[in-house]
């Protein structure tokens, strides 16, 4: 289970809040996604949520416990996929996921099982002893996202999974995304492509400007905002409409 | 023309990193202060150049003068600048020749090859032209004191400073397009940094033998003049060979004569002729070579090598060692990291070697000399060792630029279930490998060159253990509290490290205090032990959980 708790953050050096005030909660078996405009303030959210930044006020919970005040019992309990593409660029891809597997405390069966099998569903095992700075932007996501599985966490926190994937390894990643939820864990993401979020996600939220501006299943907002309509359509017009609001100083919804 | 006039800009800009200094306005006063530091290691580089060109020129001058040939100060003037602006010319426009990807997006845009290679070529030029002039600027310095000539000879001068390192880049350019285009290994980053950091410090070594060499004759002139006068005929040779430092040569001789107006306006059209062509003649070929620069293919494994592959890789091991063998892997992988950081362990006894060997019969000969080997005698001798094992040990700047160089890993590191603590204790762990190492290679060297005894020898390293080991931490603990983690290019995390510089300042002063201290007050040997061995490992045992505490903070304070 994730809980954010009026969680804000400002920048040092600047003088807006990249999130303010934000509070969501996440069961366990739930898929959910997390969109938002570019600048909108996901992936400082998921940061705060991972350990990456300190918030300036209010609370990340990963299954009960604060990650400010126990940050390693927290961490332990998430696999977390970057939007960082530059990240252990001078490591060989097995060296990568052995480090990992080091970190959580994997051993040696567990650690062979998992990297063998995740790494054959995407496609990159054959690749494992290149080094990562060889690796397409598509095979650097795909190895961390099979790093993010290596401890098997009970809750996987994932920015913009999809990017440079193929559609192959965008299914794999899908399947096991609701495989896992099935299973009673939590899946976080934060995606632009709305059919994605459409079809997987068991709720959602829209973040603008650090703000959320809705938050709940497809269903709840097709019913708020009016029927047939596409998830992208009503995406648009609440983004619109809350930055307009806030362009006049009104509260968002 | 605006898009070439640009294309210069935003080289010079990538090159030098000069935009924290003309941005003025935006300037805050944390800024001011640090670029005040950089500009004051500047000056300490600049005087240190300074003393070298004056002190090549003036022996070059007195050697000359002896012969009553001083005019051919300036030929030798313009031939040693030609040299050097070829081979560090040569090693600037290899380094500078694929800078990050920037060609990349370059390529992609309306630019005709020309200009590309002619941008670049502007770009090396200005800092050849900087020492060029540097030099010949304290060439007519001196000879204008001793010598006192007409007003055109220094407009002469100028000229020629400005001209003369144009054919040596171009012919730098006229090598390295070639080699690029044909071996393909070399179109690689890290190809590129480890032949340019080798070329380099080959080039330092044979820099510093001439300068050394010069500079034992100093005291002896008559020494300096034959070492002069054996070597005119390469000099006469290469200037009827090489014309841009003939002509130069003859127009300051006679200034103020028609020849030199005609010399002068010949050596313009050669030397812009030659890099014009050049640069026209190479720009399709240069741009062609760009293609492709640094890919990298993925390695596959068939099913069978897979097997073994992951059998022998995939073992657990505990976090601290999975920690310090990854530390030890992103440095060694980086050639500007290894050849900048544990490779000065190395560097720096061979300068030290090769200054000794050419002044030894100087230094033997000077009195003070006497005094210094009679107080090594006396268990000075260990002092140095123990200076020199500790100078080696933390001079490496594996500690001051720890955190920096972690700068692309640390948001992912810092999602890991990790102690933050034991991350950064994996840091000290690494740099403490080369403190050991350091400080075995500093000790053993001094006590070999005094033959120390192996008693003294042993209380010489502990004390370079404790003294690097303490230094070490302050360092790691400054590149803690002000990582620099903003760059792109790993030469800005190492090479432009402020850290990195005032860590090697700091211990510079302290082991000088040491020294010092252990002379004028004649402090015994167990005292000595006591003081800078005991005292020192128990400082920074006592300093450990603070800066773990600290660290920890530090790092979850950190917006990434």
Known sequence: MIELIAVSKTYAGSNIKAVDGLSLKISDGEIFGFLGPNGAGKTTSLKILTGVLKADSGQAMVDGTDVSLDPIAAKSRIGYVSDNPEAFAKLKAVEYLNFIADVYGLDSEQRHKRINDYSSRFEIRDALSSSLASFSRGMKQKLFIVASLLPDPQNWVLDEPMVGLDPKAAFALKSIMRNRADSGKTVFFSTHVMEVAERLCDKLAIINKGKIIFIGSFQELKKLEGEDTSLETLFLELTEKSGELAGNGDAVL | ?560
């Open chain 2, 1 to 560: 023309m605006k898009s070439f006039a640009s294309l210069v800009k935003l080289y010079i800009k990538s090159f030098y990193n000069l935009s924290p200094f003309l941005d003025l306005k935006k300037l805050k006063p944390a800024q001011v202060l640090k670029n005040l530091g950089i500009a004051l290691v500047a000056l300490l580089v600049l005087v240190n150049f300074g003393f070298l060109f004056v002190s090549v020129n003036l022996a070059m001058y007195w050697g000359l003068a002896m012969l009553g040939l001083q005019n051919l100060l300036f030929l030798v003037s313009s031939l040693t600048i030609t040299v050097f602006v070829f081979v560090i010319g040569f090693i600037t426009a290899l380094s500078t020749y694929y800078i990050n990807g920037m060609e990349n997006h370059l390529l992609v845009l309306p630019l005709a090859p020309w200009k590309l290679l002619a941008a670049k070529f502007i770009a090396v030029y200005s800092s050849m032209a900087a020492v060029s002039m540097a030099f010949m600027i304290t060439s007519m310095a001196i000879f204008g004191f001793y010598e006192g000539p007409k007003p055109l000879f220094y407009l002469w001068g100028f000229m020629g400073a400005l001209l003369l390192p144009m054919p040596p880049l171009a012919l730098s350019y006229l090598f390295l397009v070639p080699m690029m285009s044909v071996a393909g290994f070399l179109r690689n980053r890290r190809a590129v940094m480890l032949f340019t950091g080798v070329l380099g410090l080959l080039c330092a070594i044979g820099f510093n033998m001439y300068f050394q060499s010069l500079m034992s004759k100093m005291a002896d002139t008559e020494a300096l003049s034959v070492m002069m006068q054996n070597s005119l005929p390469l000099s006469i040779a290469a200037a009827g060979a090489y014309f841009p430092a003939g002509l130069l040569w003859k127009a300051m001789t006679v200034p103020e004569q028609a020849a030199a107006f005609i010399q002068s306006a010949a050596n313009l059209l050669l030397c812009l002729g030659t890099s014009i062509v050049s640069i026209f003649a190479l720009a399709g070929a240069y741009t062609r070579s760009l293609l492709g620069f640094n890919e990298e293919s993925v390695k596959r494994l068939s099913a069978s090598e897979l097997k073994g592959f992951l059998g022998k890789k995939l073992k657990r091991k505990p976090v601290i060692l999975a920690l310090v063998d990854r530390e030890i892997k992103n440095l060694n992988r980086e050639p500007v990291y290894l050849l900048n950081g544990p490779f000065v362990i190395i560097l720096l006894p061979l300068i030290m070697l090769i200054v000794f060997l050419a002044q030894k019969e100087a230094f033997l000969a000077d009195p003070d000399s006497a005094k210094i080997i009679e107080l090594a005698g006396s268990g000075f001798a260990m002092v140095i060792a123990a200076a020199a094992g500790a100078f080696l040990g933390s001079g490496s700047s594996i500690a001051a630029t720890a955190l920096s160089r972690d700068a692309k890993d640390l948001a992912s590191i810092k999602s890991l279930p990790l102690d933050m603590g034991l991350f950064m204790f994996a840091k000290l762990v690494h740099a403490e490998i080369f403190v050991l190492l350091g400080s075995i290679v500093g000790c053993a060297l001094v006590s070999l060159m005094f033959s120390i005894g192996f008693a003294d020898s042993l209380t010489a390293f502990i004390m370079a253990l404790a003294m690097a080991s303490f230094i070490n931490l302050a360092a790691l603990w400054l590149d803690t509290a002000r990582p620099k983690l903003g760059w792109t290019n790993p030469i800005a995390a190492m090479k432009q490290n402020m850290n990195s510089v005032i860590a090697i300042l700091g211990a510079m002063g302290l082991l000088g205090l040491f020294s010092v201290a252990a002379i004028k007050f004649d402090i015994e040997k167990g005292m000595l032990l006591l003081f800078f061995g005991l005292a020192p490992i128990l400082a920074s045992l006592a300093a450990l959980p603070f800066y773990k505490k600290y660290a920890v903070k530090r790092l979850a304070e950190l917006d990434l």
